[in-house]
């Protein structure tokens, strides 16, 4: 008769405990049993490593923080060139506000100074007049200045002229053109030794010369 403890267990099959066998062997088999099942597991816990988990999370924190970093960077350099592109308008605009402002009182002075004479003492009115222009435009001025001095000669013509309104039309630092609203008060023997007051309208075109500003061009409205 052949003894069963020689026999191949298969796994998992169970063993019958003898009735003369202590019931603690049992479940030391039945634990035996159990034991590669129990490694297999733990097999698989170990492949997710906490360490593992800890080094990706660090790297994906590493690469949020450069993102961030570089979009800062991005937005600080737009917000200064935004900043120096609205500085340096600001900059041309007074600029440009300073030019009219002071075209403006020079326009006021040259147009009284030019479109005033007094027959007799032509050259002075005149000199004062070209003294208030480009060097071109007061080449131009000086043949209308020969026509007018003859004229004003024998009608003994004097000729004030009173700036009522100064405008702008348009200017920038270098050149300003004004609207310049002028009485002309006109005493003459035409007038028969009677003040003729003449509204006239005229666009003075100024521009800059070293600190100041002279008239380039004038024309009647």
């Known amino acids: 008769m052949s003894d069963r403890r020689s026999r191949p267990r298969i796994a998992g099959q169970r063993r019958t405990a003898k009735p003369d066998q202590p019931?603690?062997?049992?479940?030391e088999t039945r634990a035996e049993d159990v034991t590669p099942a129990t490694e297999e597991a733990s097999e698989a816990v170990s492949e997710k490593s906490p360490v593992a988990e800890i080094s990706t999370e660090s790297e994906q924190k590493r690469g949020l923080g450069t993102?961030?970093?570089?979009?800062?960077?991005?937005?600080?350099v737009l917000t200064l060139t935004v900043a120096a592109v609205l500085g340096i308008k600001a900059w041309h605009g007074e600029q440009a506000e300073d030019a009219r402002n002071q075209a403006s009182a020079a326009g006021r002075k040259a147009a009284e100074t030019a479109l005033s004479y007094d027959y007799r003492d032509l050259d002075k009115s005149f000199a004062a007049a070209r003294a208030t222009m480009t060097p071109e435009f007061a080449a131009k001025f000086d043949e209308t200045a020969k026509v007018a001095g003859v004229l004003a000669t024998k009608t003994k013509a004097t000729v004030k002229a009173d700036v009522r309104e100064v405008g702008v039309r348009d200017g920038d630092a270098d050149r300003v053109t004004l609207?310049?609203?002028?009485?002309?008060?006109?005493?003459?023997?035409?007038?028969?030794?009677?003040?003729?007051?003449?509204l006239n309208r005229t666009r003075f075109t100024m521009v800059r010369n070293g600190d100041r500003w002279l008239v380039q061009e004038i024309a009647g409205l």
């Open 23 to 27: 019931p603690e062997l049992v479940e």
């Open 67 to 76: 993102a961030l970093t570089a979009a800062l960077g991005v937005v600080v």
């Open 179 to 198: 609207i310049i609203f002028v009485n002309q008060t006109t005493t003459s023997t035409i007038t028969k030794g009677s003040p003729r007051v003449d």
